[in-house]
């Protein structure tokens, strides 16, 4: 985001968002539907329908920023089956997240069994 700009969480807002909403209807949606301040050193993500697009608002000093993101091909990644509104995650996973990762299905490798070599 922006340089120098400190960022404590990152939240992920798990539901889906009418992508015509800018920094007004977002920061409404912050505040008065999960509770929480806009005015926090966090970083609130949104999605759309598609998950081919993101969106991020944090406030920085003496203004709202929103920053986007549209993928040409692919998906992002995004928490599901779970009850709350919103799922934290740190800015490094944040990162991943952009690069791609599926946070939530950081599984090994199968486990594989042989009976013989030949």
């Known amino acids: 985001m922006h340089p120098g700009c400190p960022i404590d969480q990152v939240y992920l807002y ?3 968002i009418d ?14 539907e999960l509770g929480l301040s806009p005015f926090a050193s966090a970083l609130y993500v949104f999605t759309n329908r598609h998950r081919n697009k993101i969106k991020a608002l944090y406030w920085h000093r003496n203004g709202f ?12 990644a995004w928490p599901r ?4 509104a919103t799922k934290t995650i740190s800015l490094q996973e944040f990162g991943w997240l952009l690069e791609g990762f599926d946070l939530w299905r950081n599984a090994p490798h199968k486990t594989l069994s042989f009976s013989s070599v030949s």
């Open 14 to 16: 798990r539901e889906p």
């Open 19 to 32: 992508f015509r909403k800018a920094i007004d209807g977002l920061s409404v949606l912050v505040e008065q």
């Open 65 to 76: 920023c929103l920053w986007q993101k549209r993928l040409e091909r692919d998906k992002f």
């Open 81 to 84: 089956d779970e009850s709350e």
